[in-house]
C-alpha cells in the first residue's frame, strides 16, 4: 500500500514539472533577415493627412508686428489667443473653415502646409512677414490588444506610422502576432479591416503602414500565450489533483496505522 502511494506522488510530481519545462522562445525580430541594400525597395512616400470635414483645427498667426496679428487669431475677448487651449477652428460639412477677417476658406482636402501655404496667401497683403501654423487638435488613432500599454495616442501634426504608434503603446510583448496585425479603417462612409505583417519587410508598402484618423490597431494574441493560458489552466488542475491526493495518501495511512 505504501509503495503505491509513493509511485502516484512521483507522478503527481513528474507530470507538473513536465509542464512547467522551459519552452524555447519564437522567434520575435521585427521585418525579415533579407540584407539586401534597402535601395532595391520602392521608396515610399512620406503620407500627409487630409483635412476632413469634422476636422477641429489649431490655427495661429504671427507677424513680425504682434499687435497687427492679433485680429487673425481667435480671442477670449481679452485679446489672448486660446487656440493652444482647446478652442480651435472646426472645419464644416462643406469643408470650410470662417476664419477671423477672412471669412470662408476652404479647408477639406488639404494637407495642414497646402492650409497653411493658402493662408499666408491671403494674409499677406495686410501682414508683414506673416507666420501661420497649422495642427490638427482632434487626429487620433487607438492601439488595443496585445501591446504594452492600450490607449489613445493624439497627433497634433496627423502623421504616424504604425510602428511609432505600436513603439508608443510600449511595444507588441512575445504574446502579440506581429505577423497580422489589424488596422479598422473609416473610408467614405464604410468600415474596412486590413492586415500588416511587421515581420516582412513588406511592410513599408502596405497602405496601413501610415495610420489614418481615428484608426484602430488591433494586435491579437498568439499560439504562444493561448497555450500557455491553457498550460496554466492543466497544472492548476494537476495541482488540485495532487493535493487531492496527497490528501488521501496521508488519510490511507492514517487509517492503516489505526487498523494495525
Given at each position: 500500500?505504501?509503495?503505491?502511494?509513493?509511485?502516484?506522488?512521483?507522478?503527481?510530481?513528474?507530470?507538473?514539472?513536465?509542464f512547467t519545462a522551459c519552452k524555447t522562445p519564437k522567434n520575435i525580430n521585427y521585418f525579415?533577415?533579407?540584407?539586401?541594400?534597402?535601395?532595391?525597395?520602392?521608396?515610399?512616400?512620406?503620407?500627409?493627412?487630409?483635412?476632413?470635414?469634422?476636422?477641429?483645427?489649431?490655427?495661429?498667426?504671427?507677424?513680425?508686428?504682434?499687435?497687427?496679428?492679433?485680429?487673425?487669431?481667435?480671442?477670449?475677448?481679452?485679446?489672448?489667443?486660446?487656440?493652444?487651449?482647446?478652442?480651435?477652428?472646426?472645419?464644416?460639412?462643406?469643408?470650410?473653415?470662417?476664419?477671423?477677417?477672412?471669412?470662408?476658406?476652404?479647408?477639406?482636402?488639404?494637407?495642414?502646409?497646402?492650409?497653411?501655404?493658402?493662408?499666408?496667401?491671403?494674409?499677406?497683403?495686410?501682414?508683414?512677414?506673416?507666420?501661420?501654423?497649422?495642427?490638427?487638435?482632434?487626429?487620433?488613432?487607438?492601439?488595443?490588444?496585445?501591446?504594452?500599454?492600450?490607449?489613445?495616442?493624439?497627433?497634433?501634426?496627423?502623421?504616424?506610422?504604425?510602428?511609432?504608434?505600436?513603439?508608443?503603446?510600449?511595444?507588441?510583448?512575445?504574446?502579440?502576432?506581429?505577423?497580422?496585425?489589424?488596422?479598422?479603417?473609416?473610408?467614405?462612409?464604410?468600415?474596412?479591416?486590413?492586415?500588416?505583417?511587421?515581420?516582412?519587410?513588406?511592410?513599408?508598402?502596405?497602405?496601413?503602414?501610415?495610420?489614418?484618423?481615428?484608426?484602430?490597431?488591433?494586435?491579437?494574441?498568439?499560439?504562444?500565450?493561448?497555450?500557455?493560458?491553457?498550460?496554466?489552466?492543466?497544472?492548476?488542475?494537476?495541482?488540485?489533483?495532487?493535493?487531492?491526493?496527497?490528501?488521501?495518501?496521508?488519510?490511507?495511512?492514517?487509517?492503516?496505522?489505526?487498523?494495525?
Amino acid at each position: 500500500m505504501k509503495t503505491r502511494l509513493l509511485f502516484y506522488c512521483c507522478l503527481a510530481v513528474c507530470l507538473i514539472s513536465s509542464f512547467t519545462a522551459c519552452k524555447t522562445p519564437k522567434n520575435i525580430n521585427y521585418f525579415s533577415a533579407d540584407k539586401r541594400d534597402s535601395s532595391v525597395y520602392k521608396t515610399l512616400q512620406n503620407y500627409e493627412a487630409k483635412i476632413q470635414p469634422g476636422d477641429k483645427l489649431s490655427i495661429y498667426v504671427t507677424a513680425l508686428n504682434a499687435e497687427s496679428a492679433k485680429p487673425y487669431n481667435l480671442s477670449s475677448g481679452t485679446g489672448t489667443a486660446v487656440l493652444a487651449q482647446g478652442q480651435g477652428i472646426s472645419v464644416d460639412p462643406s469643408g470650410r473653415i470662417l476664419y477671423p477677417q477672412l471669412g470662408f476658406i476652404h479647408a477639406a482636402g488639404l494637407t495642414r502646409n497646402e492650409l497653411r501655404d493658402t493662408l499666408l496667401s491671403k494674409l499677406s497683403p495686410f501682414l508683414t512677414d506673416p507666420v501661420v501654423t497649422v495642427d490638427f487638435m482632434n487626429f487620433k488613432v487607438t492601439v488595443l490588444g496585445e501591446v504594452g500599454r492600450q490607449g489613445v495616442i493624439p497627433v497634433p501634426d496627423g502623421s504616424i506610422t504604425i510602428l511609432q504608434a505600436i513603439g508608443q503603446a510600449g511595444d507588441i510583448p512575445i504574446t502579440g502576432r506581429r505577423d497580422s496585425v489589424m488596422v479598422i479603417r473609416e473610408s467614405g462612409g464604410k468600415r474596412e479591416f486590413g492586415y500588416i505583417n511587421l515581420m516582412s519587410n513588406e511592410t513599408f508598402k502596405s497602405p496601413y503602414y501610415y495610420l489614418q484618423q481615428n484608426d484602430v490597431v488591433y494586435v491579437s494574441m498568439n499560439n504562444r500565450k493561448l497555450q500557455t493560458e491553457n498550460d496554466q489552466l492543466f497544472i492548476r488542475n494537476i495541482s488540485v489533483v495532487t493535493s487531492v491526493l496527497a490528501v488521501l495518501s496521508t488519510v490511507g495511512l492514517l487509517i492503516l496505522n489505526i487498523t494495525r
